[in-house]
């Protein structure tokens, strides 16, 4: 990324965070094995992707067993989780957080 603006820098600090902080607190065990971390990253994006498309069906009330329930704010919120956590998971492989916001930019 050339010369990125102020907004960019602390989009791009705020992801080498939290990965670091994502990598900094699990066991030692999960620790030596780069492919289950590999694997825990991509699988943990396609669970909040289920997550969003169950606040979605709460919402707008697709199970009439189980009526409408939730809220717009339910659904964003899972939906910004699912967005994170996929912005995590690139974070994850790039290990370079100007790289993961130029692969969003892209």
């Not at 939290?18 to 699988?43: F, G, I, N, T």
Request: charged share 25%; aromatic share 6%; proline share 5%.
């Amino acid at each position: 990324m050339t010369a990125p603006d102020g907004r960019m820098r602390r989009l791009a600090d705020c992801v080498a965070w939290m990965d670091d902080d994502l990598d900094e607190h699990v066991s030692q065990p999960y620790k030596d094995q780069p492919l289950a971390q590999d694997w825990a990253r991509v699988a943990k994006a396609a669970g909040e992707v289920g997550e969003a498309i169950e606040a979605l069906g709460a919402y707008s009330g697709q199970n009439p067993r189980k009526g409408v329930h939730g809220s717009p704010d339910d659904l964003l919120a899972e939906l910004t989780d699912g967005a994170l956590t996929c912005v995590y998971a690139i974070q994850h492989f790039t290990k370079d957080a100007e790289a993961t916001i130029e692969i969003l930019l892209s």
